[in-house]
C-alpha cells in the first residue's frame, strides 16, 4: 500500500491543491492521498485561520468524487499544536510497517524544513515528494541536504509544475469582490458564498 499525505491548513482548498494530489497519485503510483488540514501550524502561529469545520466542509466538497482521495481528522482533532513528524508516526502505526508514507509538500515548503520538529526523523519515516514550482533551482536540494543529510535520497521531484494558486490571493480577491472561478472547485466556490467566508477579512 502506497499512500500519499498532504497536509496544509486548506484556507481554502483550491485547485493547485488537487492537482498536486492527483499528480503524485499517477506519477508515483500511489494508492491514495489523505488530505489532513491541521488546527494550529507552528511556523503561522500569529495567522487568522478560518474556523476548522468549515475548512473541513471545504475539503470534503473538493475531494467527493475521487475514490482514491480521503480526509482524516488526525490534526484537528489533537490538542495543542500539530507537528508533522508526529502526525507521520501516528499514521505509520496505523497503516502498518508493509505500507509506503509519501509526504506531499510543496517546494516553497520544503524549503523550509530545516525549521520543521525532527526533520532528520521525518526522512526516515516517509518519503518527500516536492512539486516543482516555476524558477526553482536544484541548488536549493543540494543547500538542505547540508542541514538534513540523506535527504536527496529520500526525496522524489515531480517537474510538471501545477498551476501557481495561492490560498492567500484567493482570499484577497473574495475580499475585493473578485472572481474565484478556475481557482477552486465550483462546491468550494459555492460553499464559500453561501457561508460567506472571507468577504471581511484577508489573511496572510
Known sequence: MRTGILGGTFDP???AHLMIAGQALEQIGLDEVIFIPTSHTPLK???IITPVEHRVKMLELAITGTPAFRLSRIEIDRAGISYT???IAELKKAVGGDSELYFITGFDSLKTLPRWKEPDRIIKL???VTVSRPGYDVLDINELEKYI???IKNLIIIDDPAPDISATDIRRRL???LSIRDL???SVERYI???GLYKNNINT
Open 193 to 195: 458564498r453561501e457561508n
Open 45 to 47: 502561529e500569529d495567522a
Open 149 to 151: 543529510p540523506g535527504l
Open 175 to 177: 475580499a475585493s469582490g
Open 184 to 186: 477552486v472547485p465550483v
Open 13 to 15: 482548498v483550491h485547485n
Open 126 to 128: 516517509c518519503r518527500l
Open 85 to 87: 513528524v508526529d502526525t
